[in-house]
């Protein structure tokens, strides 16, 4: 295979970045920077999420029944995604400087960006370093208009 086309047609792919939070079993929160989101089914709501398989994240969500909240970066918040990556501390009602609240599943909220998908966990498929995790949307959160950050407006990449 032609490595050099394998990474560019893999990063022509458009994706967006999006602020995932989660919860311990033990109810610890936890945020981490997704991208890798397609929607997988119009009824019922499936999304196909892929998450790293020796992430935090992972021990939060691969099992079915465990809750997954994902925030739509908004293309006004590159620093906010990149602060994620650094692994923020969660404050009382604010994580990474951007208000933060609980949503019904128990998984946060930040009310600055786009919006908010509140979903669970139907199945884990192991993939490779990644497993596929399908998740239905329970409820869902419009916060503001605007457009989202993705991989080509901030320059981040994940693909490849
Ligand atoms: C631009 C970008 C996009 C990312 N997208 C994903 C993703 O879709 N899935 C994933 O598991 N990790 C993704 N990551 C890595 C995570 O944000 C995180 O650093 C890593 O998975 C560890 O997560 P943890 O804090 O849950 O341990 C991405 C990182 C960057 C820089």
Redesign the pocket.
């Known amino acids: 295979m032609d490595e050099d086309a394998k990474t560019s047609l893999l990063r022509a792919i458009p994706?967006g970045?999006f602020a995932a939070c989660t919860n311990s079993p033990e109810g610890d929160d936890?945020v981490?920077?997704?991208?890798?989101?397609t929607q997988a089914s119009f009824d019922p709501p499936l999304l196909a999420?892929?998450?790293?398989e020796?992430?935090?994240?992972?021990d939060h969500l691969a099992e079915e029944g465990r809750e997954i909240a994902i925030n739509l970066l908004a293309d006004d918040q590159e620093e906010l995604?990149r602060t994620?990556?650094e692994?923020p501390e969660f404050g009382e009602d604010e994580v990474a400087g951007t208000p933060y609240k609980e949503g019904a599943n128990g998984c946060g909220l930040l009310p600055e960006t786009l919006g908010a998908i509140e979903a669970r966990v139907v199945s884990v498929t192991e993939g490779g370093d990644?497993d596929v995790l399908l998740v239905e949307i329970e409820d869902v959160h419009r916060f503001r208009e605007g457009e989202v950050l993705t991989?080509e407006s901030?320059g981040?990449?994940?693909a490849g």
Not at 32 to 37: A, M, P
Not at 49 to 52: D, E, F, I, N
């Open positions: 994706y970045l936890h981490f920077l997704l991208s890798w989101v999420c892929g998450v790293h020796e992430s935090t994240a992972h995604a994620l990556l692994g990644h991989h901030s981040m990449t994940y």
